[in-house]
């Protein structure tokens, strides 16, 4: 089956994001992006890597995942349309937390570090909606962490 795109996936909407942000800072943001396709298997963005700017996922899926300490990847979960991807690094300023790669052919927007940082400080409101989306991405972690923790610990046996 063959993926096909909105034909309004360049029009940043409402509807596009996961928890929307008010109209005016939407043209504003919409204004600063450019779009990117990204063939299944290509990677937005690796895991360490400095970071260049946020994508917003409009068509497709994006797998999340990491290293772990022995160099397997463990996958951390699968991002959809309308999700952030790169949030916390670019604001951090510091690397990726982790890689992102197309499971599927999808678009992006993309807006680079610095236009998303001046973006932030022209518009209070998305200011505010960054946070949010933050801690929403914190309390999911914690939740991820919590069922870890409840898992029944397997003995090792040499």
């Given at each position: 089956?063959?993926?096909?795109?909105?034909?309004?996936?360049?029009?940043?909407?409402?509807?596009?994001?996961?928890?929307?942000?008010?109209?005016?800072?939407?043209?504003?943001?919409?204004?600063?992006?450019?779009?990117?396709?990204?063939?299944?298997?290509?990677?937005?963005?690796?895991?360490?890597?400095?970071?260049?700017?946020?994508?917003?996922?409009?068509?497709?899926?994006?797998?999340l995942s990491?290293?772990?300490?022995?160099?397997?990847?463990?996958v951390l979960?699968?991002?959809?349309?309308?999700?952030?991807?790169?949030?916390?690094?670019?604001?951090?300023?510091?690397?990726?937390?982790?890689?992102?790669?197309?499971?599927?052919?999808?678009?992006?927007?993309?807006?680079?570090?610095?236009?998303?940082?001046?973006?932030?400080?022209?518009?209070?409101e998305a200011?505010?909606?960054?946070?949010?989306?933050?801690?929403?991405?914190?309390?999911?972690?914690?939740?991820?962490?919590?069922?870890?923790?409840?898992?029944?610990?397997?003995?090792?046996?040499?």
């Amino acid at each position: 089956m063959k993926e096909t795109y909105p034909t309004t996936a360049g029009n940043l909407s409402p509807t596009k994001l996961r928890n929307p942000l008010p109209r005016l800072d939407l043209t504003a943001l919409k204004a600063i992006q450019t779009m990117k396709v990204y063939p299944k298997g290509s990677e937005f963005f690796m895991e360490g890597q400095s970071p260049e700017g946020i994508y917003i996922l409009y068509a497709g899926r994006a797998e999340l995942s990491m290293a772990d300490n022995q160099g397997r990847k463990l996958v951390l979960g699968l991002a959809q349309p309308g999700e952030i991807l790169g949030l916390s690094a670019v604001l951090s300023g510091k690397y990726y937390e982790e890689t992102a790669s197309a499971v599927v052919p999808s678009q992006t927007g993309f807006i680079k570090r610095r236009d998303f940082i001046h973006f932030l400080g022209d518009h209070p409101e998305a200011a505010f909606w960054v946070v949010q989306l933050l801690s929403e991405q914190v309390t999911s972690t914690f939740e991820q962490l919590s069922c870890v923790r409840r898992a029944p610990a397997k003995e090792i046996r040499q």
